[in-house]
């Protein structure tokens, strides 16, 4: 290292990057931040100069055949040399837009992958075929699917957790609230009725009925609000009493087919499955104009599988509130939902859950889920 006529040292310019660059590494150990990655390769510059690549080949070997062929051009050109221009130029072209084809293939792929992707549809992906100019690209696209649906899977769960929270306040304030005042009103007035003149115990009665009714209603919707057979019998005594109450309510005949040896399943996985089946049975009710459905749930090679199929006009062409609902609650424990609705064929809602998806109840109370037997009665809550 040499010095300045005043005296200071000269440091070169590589010797600056070097200082530099050791600086850059304290400081990351210092703060605790992973140095910086590599500069990742551009896409656009790699595909720029695979064309730029292929045209320069192909010219090239165009000019090499007209350098070492006998072929010849006259000046002017002949009418005999035509035919030959022509072809060596459909050649070139040809094996130009083959080449360039080849290369822009995956963006085709890429294009109707992007079109259809649905982030409730999980395992949309684009798989690398061989050519490496756009694998980065393609790579770069499937990870941010895998971003989008972790973080729309999330958002999801947090929502419907606050949506399950509120729906078992709601409930609980009915039933604590609403219930209580009733019964007490309806207590009142049984007191005035068994009191009043007989002139006036028509009217009262009919009072009567409509705060029993009114109290009727207000538990039903606290039962559908939050199950609380779920909780306190299982899935499998609640899903039959799901179908006898649509059953009773809709007047469409139901058949049930719930396996009773059902492996031990957590209360989110329970939470999902039920709220699948009442949301396929309420749109049965509301929709399809069917005499029967079946609701099934059984399992086969260690998947759940969730089915409520029915009788009714079909031809569901988009999907509501409703199925997207039910496409989120899937995506919660990682399980496919898949709608078929042919037209005038019915409609058939299949939910696949699959093994590793399913674990076993926190809680070490035995359950009393499955082997409890159900009435096939109609079971009020």
């Known amino acids: 290292m040499g010095s300045t ?57 165009g000019t090499l055949v007209l350098a070492l062929s006998p072929a010849t ?26 080449l360039i084809r080849r290369s822009l293939a995956p963006l085709d792929a890429l294009t109707t992958l992007m079109r259809r992707v649905d982030l409730l549809r999980a395992g949309d992906r684009l798989t690398d075929s061989g050519n490496g100019d756009l694998a980065q690209l393609i790579g770069t696209f499937n990870e941010m699917l895998e971003r989008l649906e972790a973080e729309r899977s999330a958002s999801s769960a947090h929502a419907l957790a606050a949506q399950e929270g509120e729906r078992r306040r709601i409930a609980r304030e009915l039933h604590d609230e609403i219930g209580q005042s009733l019964t007490v009103a309806l207590l009142e007035l049984k007191r005035v009725v068994d009191r009043a003149p007989e002139e006036l115990r028509g009217e009262l009665c009919s009072a009567q009925e409509t705060v029993r ?25 609640a899903l039959s009493a799901l179908g006898s109450d649509f059953s009773q309510a809709s007047g469409i005949r139901i058949t049930r087919d719930v396996d009773p040896r059902l492996p031990a ?24 104009r069917a005499r029967q459905v079946e609701l099934s749930l059984t399992e086969e090679d260690g998947r759940l599988i969730l089915r409520i199929a029915d009788d009714g006009c079909g031809g569901a062409q988009t999907e509501g509130a409703g199925i997207r609902g039910m496409r989120e609650r899937a995506l919660l424990i990682g399980a496919r939902l898949t709608v078929d609705s042919p037209p005038g064929g019915g409609t058939d809602v299949r939910l696949v859950v699959p093994p590793g998806s399913t674990s076993p109840p926190v809680s070490t109370s035995p359950p009393v889920s499955s082997s409890r037997p159900v009435s096939s009665s109609p079971h009020t809550w």
């Open 5 to 61: 006529p005043h005296g200071h040292p000269r440091t070169t310019t590589s010797r600056l990057g070097d200082v530099n660059e050791r600086t850059d590494r304290h400081d990351d150990r210092r703060t605790g931040r992973p140095p910086a990655a590599p500069r990742p390769r551009r896409p656009a510059r790699a595909l720029f100069w695979r064309l730029f690549v292929i045209n320069g080949l192909v010219f090239t070997a």
């Open 73 to 98: 051009v006259s000046s002017p050109v002949l009418l005999t040399e035509i035919p030959v221009l022509t072809v060596g130029l459909a050649l070139i072209i040809t094996a130009n837009a083959l």
């Open 213 to 237: 009714a009114s109290l009727d209603e207000v538990r039903q919707v606290a039962r559908r609000l939050r199950p609380g057979v779920l909780d306190d019998l299982g899935l499998h005594s």
């Open 265 to 288: 399943l957590s209360e989110e996985v329970e939470l999902v499955l039920y709220r699948i089946a009442q949301e396929g049975l309420t749109n049965v009710a509301r929709h399809s």
